[in-house]
């Protein structure tokens, strides 16, 4: 099985900073792409950034300046810095992490987390 444990959401004044950071552990044999989403009541789910196995980086406009996504591969984790937040950033946010579990197929998965949930009072 393939599992991601989530962690840094939580509350924080309007300015503040807060990182995520999202752990890929089982059955994987390679990582091709990790990223964030995050769904705001009322809303959509929405891409917010997407790092891939090589340096490759996309951001929401929204977020571009603010937010930093990085990833360790020794510890398959990626964690996205996020500063100068706004109320409108307040949101449940998923990791999402794109594998091949053998190296036997060409085909990909999504793996995603439970979400973890960010408040950025006003």
């Known amino acids: 099985q393939v599992q991601l444990v989530e962690s840094g959401g939580g509350l924080v004044q309007a300015g503040g900073s807060l990182r995520l950071s999202c752990a890929a552990s089982g059955s994987i044999f390679s990582i091709n792409a990790m990223g964030w989403y995050r769904q705001a009541p009322g809303k959509q789910r929405e891409l917010v950034a997407l790092i891939s196995s090589g340096s490759s980086t996309n951001y929401a406009d929204s977020v571009k300046g603010r937010f930093t996504i990085s990833r360790d591969h020794a510890k398959n984790t990626v964690y996205l810095q996020m500063n100068s937040l706004k109320p409108e950033d307040t949101a449940l946010y998923y990791c999402?992490?794109?594998?091949?579990?053998?190296?036997?197929?060409?085909?990909?998965?999504?793996?995603w987390g439970q979400g973890t949930q960010v408040t950025i009072s006003s």
């Open positions: 999402k992490v794109i594998i091949r579990r053998t190296p036997l197929t060409v085909t990909t998965e999504a793996v």
